[in-house]
């Protein structure tokens, strides 16, 4: 593991995802740099040493998507186990596995039990993430949290667990994005 000084965390996530995305992915890795990209911006509303972790887990958080990663099939999970083995800290493989309404994809798709072992934990720094990957389009562009559902609900299709997911955890994702939009009002305006 690299030394814990700086901004080392985001640099690995960063030379990770490019590694594992840029190449094969292509699309998902402008997706994953614009959440990095917005994940940066948000990040004021956060305490100052939580940020590198925002901006870290927004770089890594769709590496289960790579096909060296592919195991389950739920990329969060397969993302989240991978982050592990490389001895990443739990908060991150915690904040990957359950980002963006996971466990609701969990649930429907016999993965619950396996997501369960990592953290979801509730709070700013989640909230911050989800807000970052649902306010960027596939191609990494800022959209409204409507236009991405949308899009999502397009691009997937009805019999996909992420849209039937939606059914669980649409309440959950917008009130994640409503809280940040909150709290940068307020940053903003303060
Ligand atoms: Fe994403």
């Given amino acids: 593991m690299p030394e814990t000084s700086g901004t080392w965390l985001s640099d690995w996530a960063r030379n990770t995802a490019r590694r594992l995305l840029s190449a094969e992915l292509p699309r998902r890795w402008a997706h994953t740099a614009g959440?990095?990209?917005?994940?940066?911006?948000?990040?004021?509303?956060?305490?100052?040493?939580?940020?590198?972790?925002?901006v870290a887990a927004a770089w890594v958080h769709d590496i289960g998507y790579a096909s060296v990663l592919v195991d389950t099939g739920l990329h969060s999970l397969d993302g989240a186990r991978f982050l592990q083995r490389a001895g990443m800290p739990d908060r991150i493989c915690g904040l990957v596995a359950h980002h963006?309404?996971?466990?609701?994809?969990?649930?429907l798709t016999g993965l619950a039990g396996d997501l369960a072992s990592f953290d979801d934990e509730r709070g700013r720094l989640r909230d911050a993430?989800?807000?970052?990957?649902?306010t960027t389009s596939p191609d990494g562009h800022p959209i409204t949290v409507q236009e991405r559902i949308a899009e999502i609900r397009g691009r997937r299709g009805p019999d996909d667990p992420v849209v039937r997911a939606?059914?669980?955890?649409?309440?959950?994702?917008l009130a994640s994005v409503r809280r940040i939009h909150r709290l940068l009002r307020r940053t903003y305006s303060g």
């Fill in 35 to 54: 959440v990095a990209r917005r994940a940066g911006q948000v990040a004021r509303v956060l305490p100052v040493e939580q940020r590198d972790v925002l």
């Fill in 100 to 107: 963006s309404g996971a466990s609701a994809v969990a649930a």
């Fill in 129 to 134: 993430l989800w807000y970052a990957d649902m």
């Fill in 166 to 173: 939606l059914a669980i955890n649409i309440d959950d994702r």
